[in-house]
């Protein structure tokens, strides 16, 4: 039982040991971290499939209420910590050569580990008190990793609108989480039943303050915005937290909530509805900007939102084990193709914008052929791929659950297919269209071997391994196999060919951008929106009540009191000590007669 706390508490040991003693280290710090994920991720695989808990330790008594510090080892956790713990040791490993030369790189080590101690917290919390915690030491991590070249000002913007959108989501989360004490009576997941006679409003209106939570940190409508700027941030940090872990949190977090309900279909209510079309509009959304960017990590960022959108809508459509199914393969391609990216960055001089790469295949065989692997199992290659068998689980689940949907997420593969194309025709083939590209060459092995172990995972993490289907493992994860219309694999077949072939078409040889959308190369001018409109009119009316209350109060009343009070008793006990005589002896006379009233009368 210890190891489950030794996989919780080693990061942050680690973390602690990296900021008080090897600031100035920073080779050190950074092979211990890498060392420690390793560790984790070795726990973690030996935890794989366990079912029992440590004994939680007492934290805080309120009344009758008792919160408590507590471990939950479960096919659901154990299972998910594969994911954070194996995604987090690659992006170590790549990161000593991403890193090697960054003046700052033990502060960076140190967000890492800091990081997997509060992915790992989320994970294996078994009460919502601590989820909640180590939900805000995610987002203060993310705000450190996020701005870690804090020089840039779009870096430091971008940690700041991270920040703030999740804290934004994080409030809706707080109250749904004492909405649901109340209507269960504990925090604890084990021991969360619903009453009979439970109104159902009440219930739905618990979900969506929870969801709220999901929205924040996964990114979902309306407050996505933060996701693609957060790839200001080093190429690491967006494998680790913005493919694999932070932004699955919040579809983890919502399949627990289903989880904790074994008896009850939770999510077939109003809640439900609303869950699963927030997540097929974020999809479709998100899919539709990503065909006008030209940034490549940007693209990979919208392909996660509209991922991460599929598997909201499966979580709606009370089959949260196909989305998190889906969670489990993305995790691994999804990884790839950013580190992919990064070691194209790399080789590229810190050139991003695709149209001045190309003919990048041929200068880095390894990179660019595991990147081929990650985007075939984005694009779900049938049955070759792991993100085939996901992507089929949730089309199906929308086909049976509602036909609406289904048509979304069946153009939504389109348009996957179709921008995934377009980025690997314009970067990888063809003919180099800069010199930074013209002089690329291949990374280094710490570099491409985490790209290899990626790409193998890409293929196979939803098959059987030596005997082991690691999927299947993780019951609470994969659904149980069953079969599915023939229309959503014919489906699916067509929107690959399609795909492809508009992709190819529109793509090949050329050396700018055939189209020109605006709506979707703007984002559909959300962003600007936001910053227009909300952030400034908010900023604006904030900072009019808080001069009123700083006039009012702290000048008017306070500060303004005390200095007026204090400026008057100064006053007078200046008059009392005048050092005129004949003032004394009045107040002498007048303090003898205000004795003797008192002993008289």
């Known amino acids: 039982m210890s190891l489950a706390w030794y996989l919780l508490l080693l990061p942050l040991a680690v973390a602690a040991l990296n900021f008080l003693l090897l600031q100035k280290l920073h080779t ?24 029992a808990s440590p004994e939680p330790y007492h934290w805080i008594s309120i009344g009758k209420h008792s ?38 790189k033990a502060r960076f080590f140190t967000g890492l580990s800091l990081f997997m101690f509060s992915m790992t917290g989320i994970v294996l919390a078994n009460n919502f008190i601590m989820t909640f915690i180590f939900w805000e030491l995610v987002g203060l991590s993310s705000y450190l990793l996020i701005g870690h070249w ?70 979902q409508l309306p407050l996505h915005v933060w996701l693609p700027d957060a790839m200001e941030g080093p190429t690491p940090v967006s494998a680790l937290i913005h493919a694999a872990t932070m932004v699955a949190a919040g579809v983890y977090m919502l399949f627990r909530v289903q989880f904790s309900f074994p008896e009850s ?21 998100a899919a539709l900007m990503a065909t006008q960017q030209d940034d490549i990590k ?81 694009i779900a290659v049938p049955f070759v791929t792991s993100g085939f068998w996901s992507k089929e689980e949730i089309l199906s689940a929308a086909y049976h659950h509602n036909k609406a949907l289904f048509c979304i997420a069946v153009f ?3 348009l996957t297919t179709f921008y995934m194309t377009r980025l690997f025709v314009v970067a990888f083939l063809g003919k180099t269209k800069s010199d930074n590209a013209d002089h690329a060459h291949e990374v280094g092995p710490l570099m491409y071997l985490p790209l290899v172990l990626l790409a193998g ?68 001018y959300v962003d600007g929106f936001y910053d227009n409109f909300i952030v400034k009119y908010f900023q604006d009316a904030f900072a009019a009540i808080v001069h009123f209350f700083d006039e009012l109060f702290i000048n008017g009343l306070f500060v303004g009191g005390i200095s007026r009070g204090a400026q008057g008793i100064g006053l007078l ?24 009233y008192l002993i008289v009368f």
């Open 28 to 51: 050190v710090a950074a092979l211990i971290s890498t060392v420690s994920s390793v560790a984790t991720f070795g726990i973690a695989y030996s935890l794989l499939g366990s079912t």
């Open 67 to 104: 919160l408590d510090i507590g471990i939950t080892l479960d096919k659901l956790s154990t299972g998910m910590m594969i994911v954070v713990t194996g995604v987090g040791m690659l992006v170590h490993i790549f990161s000593l050569a991403y890193m090697k030369d960054d003046s700052a």
């Open 150 to 219: 804090y020089q840039k000002d779009s870096a430091a913007e971008a940690s700041k609108k991270a920040f703030l959108c999740n804290r934004v989501g994080d409030f809706g989360f707080m109250i749904g989480i004492l909405l649901l004490w109340n209507i269960t009576g504990t925090f604890t997941f084990a021991e969360m039943a619903l009453p009979s006679g439970l109104a159902t409003g009440v219930l739905v209106t618990a979900l969506l303050c929870i969801f709220c939570g999901a929205v924040g940190k996964s990114a």
């Open 265 to 285: 279909h939770i999510f077939e209510n109003n809640a439900g509805t609303i869950i699963s079309w927030v997540g097929g509009i974020t999809s479709l959304v």
């Open 298 to 378: 940007r693209i990979l960022a919208y392909s996660t939102l509209s991922q991460l959108g599929y598997m909201v809508m499966a979580v709606g459509l009370s089959s949260g084990e196909a989305g998190m199914f889906h969670l489990f393969t993305h995790a691994w391609f999804k990884a790839l193709l950013f580190l992919g990216s990064g070691a194209v960055i790399y080789a590229c001089h810190h050139e991003q914008d695709i149209w001045k790469m190309g003919g990048l295949l041929k200068k880095m065989p390894i990179t660019g052929m595991t990147f081929l692997l990650g985007y075939a199992a984005l």
């Open 412 to 414: 939504v593969a389109f």
């Open 457 to 524: 995972m890409a293929i196979l993490s939803a098959t059987k391994i030596g005997g082991l289907d690691i999927a299947h493992t993780l019951s609470a994860i994969r659904p149980e196999h069953h079969e599915h219309p023939s229309i959503v694999l014919l489906v699916s077949i067509g929107t690959l060919v399609f795909g492809l072939a508009a992709g190819f078409i529109l793509y090949s040889g050329k050396t700018k951008d055939p189209l020109s959308l605006p709506l979707f190369r703007n984002r559909f």
């Open 573 to 596: 006990i200046r008059r009392m000590q005048s050092g005129n005589l004949q003032t004394y002896a009045a107040f002498l006379s007048l303090g003898v007669l205000i004795i003797i």
